[in-house]
């Protein structure tokens, strides 16, 4: 009796403690309270006194819910209206990755009516699995899309619309209020945000076949799996080697034989595309390995990939950190060990472990923090009566409120990486230079002259044409020496202009063209020169 | 945009990433075991895993070129496939021939 008292007591302390956390987290995300604050080990804290109500068990289900359908839909709107107005601020995309894509699916769509495999450079090759660009050829044949439109159009929606999924695997392995949640949360998730700003177009993709794959596997339709496995081989291939990691301790435990069905299925449908590709895929693979052992034996860390790493997302995701632990806690005391729990462990040990691509790997680690979040929250804070059920309910909202916020401000704040002048400017340099031209850029510009120019770009440690090493481009990017700068130039032939934005984060030492050997064509917002040849 | 172009994507779209994998959603899922939710989520995650597999399937083995009227056919076929499919199940097709098959294998033993 006393025991349970005791319990009872904990339990309320529980509550108390994380409505005092949710607000705290407000107050910071309103710009109320200071961010120096360490809120994390606040939310570590909160771990303790929701032990008790983790070792009661609690009768849970609901079977059907209602006002599924309005809520859903509220979160696809939502998710969908940040998306659309962040874009809204300029015609340029936003992210890096914008000029990479348009120009691998202009080479598809010139290639067209066959698929240019043969003719494709290796770096294209290496970053570039097949399945996204098929996609934009269907699309611009059947739809007549150009590769604009389909990134425009597509990647917000295709965005907003995995909200659906998420609630469809969460419901299916943890209920519907579970599910329900998880899908708001998705929503306003600042990481699934950024994958957007950064234009992770890809990577969205994966996420969805992903979460097919684990529902797939998870009801046990293998043929279905078998499909959505091939689909991550096509489409993205991080998420792939992560659900084949999964899949590793989940057949070892389960030891179901579809498993093997299944995985051969996926292999045959996904050797054309992989078979042509054996050495780009190997040079990949290999690198991934190496890059996760140099990472164990020398503490380095390499390969992380562009995107914030985990401190900031301990910061970014606080709100719902807390109960994402108690949800994993839940899922060890019931013993659940369903391929959710494994995704959580690995995809936890690549990101804290840093073993590769560990900060790229944080958008799929936040897919399962937000469904472990779901089901903490559905445990600890909706799965009460009378009074501390009100209460749950409304340190639930606040939650979504204090996780929304982040994701509003940076919508507002959302701005691409050059302006709609520069822009124009590399469109200049499609109408106005010869065809066969050379474009010299730095990285910071590379994608966008890449996609826009039409023309051959040379730029540090990218694309086929470039021929300087890394110090060779340093000594080239800082000098203001024009003999220096004339012998790296001359090392392409064919006519060569030289294409500078004017952003802050982005170096080029100009005093080296302000003499006779270089003509400025063009400048608003950006410069262009015509390398007119030493002489 | 015209409006002939805007209905072109807007349907275009539809053929290309909700109908096939609407078709094949119930192979997978008979219409009783999952709810409309399920199903349109369905619909369009097979259907974006299951157009780019084809046509490049069909590319790369068979050499059919990546045009309208080819593409279309693909679409088209795909879905009917899975028609074909669910119309055989629907009258126990599938399972008396595997029924079959199951009894010829037990009298190929016994011999």
Avoid at chain 1, 38 to 65: C, D, G, T
Avoid at chain 1, 180 to 189: D, G, T
Avoid at chain 1, 233 to 255: D, K, N, S, V, W
Avoid at chain 1, 385 to 397: D, F, K, N, T, Y
Wanted: aromatic share 16%; with cysteine; glycine share 6%.
């Amino acid at each position: 009796m006393r025991k349970l008292k005791v319990s009872k007591a904990i339990d309320f302390s529980f509550l108390q403690l994380a409505l005092v956390f949710i607000i705290l987290v407000l107050l910071k995300e309103l710009k109320i309270l200071s961010p120096l604050f360490k809120y994390e080990l606040f939310a570590y804290v909160l771990l303790l006194p929701a032990i008790p109500a983790l070792l009661a068990r609690r009768p849970s289900e609901v079977r059907s819910l209602r006002g599924t359908l309005p809520i859903l839909m509220a979160a696809f709107l939502f998710a969908l209206s940040v998306r659309l107005f962040a874009q809204s601020h300029s015609s340029v995309p936003l992210g890096y990755d914008p000029g990479f894509y348009k120009y691998t699916m202009d080479l598809y769509a010139n290639a067209l009516p066959q698929i240019p495999e043969a003719d494709l450079a290796s770096w294209v090759k290496e970053i570039n699995p097949q399945g996204l660009f098929v996609l934009s050829d269907t699309m611009h044949v059947m739809a007549g899309t150009n590769a604009l439109q389909f990134m425009n159009y597509l990647f917000p929606f295709l965005g907003a619309l995995l909200v659906f999924p998420m609630f469809v695997v969460t419901r299916a392995l943890f209920g519907p209020r579970a599910g329900l949640v998880a899908a708001v949360l998705y929503a306003v998730s600042y990481t699934q945000f950024d994958v957007f700003t950064m234009f992770y177009f890809k990577n969205v993709l994966g996420l969805m076949f992903l979460l097919f794959s684990i529902y797939a596997l998870e009801k046990r339709r293998y043929g279905l799996m078998a499909i959505t496995v091939a689909a991550l081989g096509i489409f993205h291939r991080p998420e792939f080697l992560l659900f084949a990691l999964i899949l590793i301790p989940y057949f070892i435990l389960h030891r179901r034989r579809g498993i093997i069905f299944a995985v051969l299925g996926a292999a045959v449908l996904i050797a054309p595309f992989w078979l042509p590709r054996w050495d780009a895929n190997w040079t990949v693979l290999t690198g991934t390995i190496e890059t996760a052992v140099s990472s164990i034996q020398n503490g380095e860390e390499l390969g992380g990939g562009t995107f914030f790493d985990f401190t900031t997302y301990r910061v970014v995701a606080l709100a719902y950190l807390p109960f994402a632990l108690i949800g994993a806690l839940f899922l060890l005391r019931n013993r659940n060990w369903n391929s959710v729990f494994f995704y959580f462990v690995i995809s936890s040990i690549i990101v804290v472990f840093h073993l590769f691509f560990f900060k790229r790997f944080i958008i799929p680690l936040d897919i399962v923090f937000v469904m472990l979040a779901a089901v903490g929250i559905d445990y600890i804070l909706l799965r009460r009566e009378q009074i501390s059920r009100v209460a749950g309910v409304v340190i639930m909202l606040l939650l979504i409120v204090a996780a929304g916020i982040p994701t509003l401000d940076a919508a507002q704040d959302a701005r691409p990486r050059v302006t709609e002048d520069q822009l124009q400017a590399v469109e200049w340099i499609a109408e106005n230079t010869e065809e066969d031209a050379y474009v010299l850029a730095t990285s910071y510009d590379a994608p966008w002259v890449l996609g826009w120019s039409e023309r051959r770009v040379i730029a540090p440690g990218l694309f086929e044409w470039n021929v300087h090493n890394r110090k060779e481009w340093r000594s080239f990017l800082r000098t203001g020496d024009l003999e220096g700068a004339r012998l790296f130039l001359d090392a392409y032939e064919g006519p060569l202009y030289i294409y500078h934005s004017e952003n802050r984060e982005n170096y080029l030492n100009l005093q080296k063209f302000q003499n006779p050997s270089f003509e400025e064509v063009y400048r608003n917002g950006a410069v262009v020169y015509r390398y007119l040849g030493g002489g | 945009m015209s409006v002939l172009e805007g209905f072109r994507i807007f349907f275009g779209s539809v053929f290309v990433l909700f109908i096939p994998g609407f078709a094949w959603s119930y192979v997978f899922f008979a219409k009783k075991n999952i709810d409309w939710i399920e199903r349109a989520a369905l619909s369009v995650g097979l259907s974006i895993a299951l157009v780019p597999l084809m046509v490049f399937w069909f590319n790369w083995l068979l050499d059919v070129k990546i045009t309208l009227p080819n593409t279309s056919l693909m679409v088209c076929g795909l879905t009917g496939v899975a028609l074909v499919w669910i119309w055989a199940r629907k009258h126990s097709w599938t399972s008396r021939s595997v029924e079959r098959a199951k009894l010829w294998f037990k009298s190929l033993r016994s011999r």
